[in-house]
Each structure stands twice: as structure tokens, then as C-alpha cells.
């Protein structure tokens, strides 16, 4: 019985399809997370190396799909060209009343990762991996509210904050990355990235 269950883990990955964040830009978010803790909301930051833009959460699949899921990326993404994007403003799902996920936002740019994000989905669907229900709406997650601790002086930081413009970068490359997860936090192993193409 307890190698079966082995093996089961064994078989088993986390996937996701991402973009990074150019290194400049992390460290504004950073120097943001920074003035948060400030505050001492209790908030779990995201890991100043880990922030990413997600284009499609695929979540637990069969390792073996791992090389079709490439394949299918690739055959997907081999026309898509790249572009630039603008990180502008601050926000929190599902709204301020009641924040859960502290976000950055993206302005120029959010055409082009809407297309790429239901383009992916809609290929992987393909394959048998489900397809979002909900609307994809571009964003790094920095932070995630914990609990409603201090939730007011929270609620004004954000609203303070919310007009900050960290800059922009061109996006050259999608990435399909596995996240372990360790006792110190999620790791993110790079699977395999496809290059877009120039203009």
C-alpha cells in the first residue's frame, strides 16, 4: 500500500505557464513589499525571485505529460512575437473591503497577455487539461492577506501606494515552470522556455 501511494507522488507535478519579471522591476515591488511591512499587516510575501506573471495555473499532472505539454506549448507559441509591457498600479482581489491578494497591475501590454493566457488555455484544453472558468485578469501577486489584523491601516496603504508606476520591460520569452513546495516556501524549476519572435 505505501508504495503505491510512493508512486503516486512520484508521478505526480505542479505546473504552471509564466512570464518573468525583469530584475529592475522586482526590485520596485520589492522596496513596495518593504513599505507594507512597515505596517506589520500579517501578510505573506511572495519571494522577490518568484515574482512571475501567470498565463495558465495547469496545477498537479501525470509527469508524463510533462513532454506533451511542452509540444503543445511550443506548437502553440511559435508564431507569437514579442511585446512591452507597463507595471502601473496597486490593487487587491477581490476588493478592498475584503482584500486577500495584494497585486501590481499591468497597463500597456494587458491586449497581449489576455490573448496569450486564452490561447494557451485553449490549446492545453486540447490535451485534457481543464480550462479556466473565470476571467483572466493580467497581475503579479505580491503578497497574500493572512488575516484582517490591522485591516484599515492596511486599506490605506494600499490606497496610498495604488498610483505607483514601476516601469516597463519587453516581454521576449514564456516560461513552463514546476513549483515544488518546500518547507521554506515554493521553489520554481525552470521546465523549458520558448522565445518569442521579433517584430
Known amino acids: 500500500m505505501k508504495t503505491k501511494k510512493l508512486d503516486s507522488i ?20 520589492f522596496e513596495i513589499q518593504q ?10 510575501y511572495v519571494e522577490k525571485q518568484n515574482l512571475h506573471i501567470t ?7 501525470d509527469i508524463t505529460k510533462k513532454e506533451i505539454i511542452k509540444e503543445t506549448l511550443s ?8 511585446f512591452s509591457i507597463n507595471i502601473n498600479s496597486l490593487g487587491c482581489f477581490p476588493n ?27 490549446e492545453l484544453s486540447r490535451i485534457n487539461i481543464k480550462k479556466e472558468t473565470k476571467k483572466f485578469d493580467p497581475h503579479i501577486t505580491i503578497g ?14 494600499i490606497k496610498e501606494l495604488s498610483i505607483k508606476n514601476f516601469g516597463s520591460f519587453e516581454v521576449g520569452s514564456i516560461v513552463l515552470y ?13 521546465l523549458e522556455t520558448f522565445i518569442l519572435q521579433e517584430n
Open 10 to 29: 512520484i508521478k505526480k507535478m505542479r505546473v504552471f505557464v509564466a512570464i518573468d519579471i525583469d530584475d529592475e522591476i522586482k526590485n520596485k515591488i
Open 35 to 44: 513599505e507594507f511591512k512597515k505596517i506589520n499587516c500579517n501578510i505573506k
Open 55 to 61: 498565463l495558465k495555473f495547469i496545477g498537479e499532472v
Open 75 to 82: 506548437r502553440s507559441l511559435i508564431e507569437e512575437k514579442k
Open 96 to 122: 478592498l473591503s475584503g482584500p486577500r491578494i495584494l497585486w501590481v497591475g499591468i497597463e500597456e501590454g494587458k491586449k497581449e497577455l489576455v490573448f496569450l493566457s486564452e490561447k494557451i488555455d485553449n
Open 144 to 157: 497574500r492577506i493572512k488575516s484582517n489584523y490591522k485591516i484599515s491601516v492596511l486599506k490605506e496603504k
Open 178 to 190: 514546476e513549483s515544488i513546495l518546500k518547507s521554506t516556501g515554493p521553489y520554481y524549476n525552470r
